[in-house]
């Protein structure tokens, strides 16, 4: 998971990534995993909690290295409003 996050630039290193992660700001298809390494499958929804907002995204694709922004974008499909936490 945090692998696939990096790839779809949710942040700009694996670590943060993993540790998103392991601090419990991600949930798969509803459910708090906590599991850097968990396996993800095209169709799962991850809502991410970052900084000020939170990301709903279904996974669509997954490449086998991290690219540009428009090669990131096509890995995922933005799910409904982020909010905004103030």
């Known amino acids: 998971m945090d692998k696939w996050l990096w790839h779809a630039r ?8 993993a540790e ?7 949930r798969v298809n509803g459910a708090r995993e906590t599991s850097p390494g968990h396996a993800i499958k095209i169709g799962d929804v991850l809502t991410v909690a970052l900084d000020r907002t939170v990301r709903v995204l279904k996974v669509t694709a997954f490449n086998a290295r991290r690219g540009d922004a428009a090669s990131a974008r096509v890995l995922y499909e933005e799910l409904g409003d982020a909010k905004r936490n103030s």
Do not use: E, Y
């Open 20 to 26: 998103l992660v392991v601090t419990g700001h991600v």
């Open 10 to 17: 949710v942040v700009k290193a694996r670590t943060s990534a």
